[in-house]
């Protein structure tokens, strides 16, 4: 969001994002660093975080994570299956189509 010219900084761009209901940041640790103090400033609800905490667990909890936490993780369907062609090839063409205008 900062490289786009909509968030500032890191902490803003947490701010945003978690206000607009996105509940993980999975790449950026802009809720890791600044989460907590966003929340001690005001700037986020307590119960913003409660809610995307509780949509994850659920998310885990339906796909039966907390009985078997890796049920989806296979070495073998990793080897024959992620990077298959077949699977290659339907990437290009999502992203082909996600990029023409």
Known sequence: MMNHGYSADQS???EQAVNAGVDMDMQSAAYYNHL???????????????????????IKFLLGLFDDPYRYSDEQREKTQIFS???????????RKSSSF
């Open 85 to 95: 062609d077949a699977n290659r090839q339907a990437a290009r063409e999502v992203a």
């Open 36 to 58: 907590v103090d966003l929340v001690k400033e005001g700037k986020v609800k307590e119960t913003t975080i409660d809610d995307a905490v509780s949509r994850i667990l659920r």
């Open 12 to 14: 803003q761009a947490a």
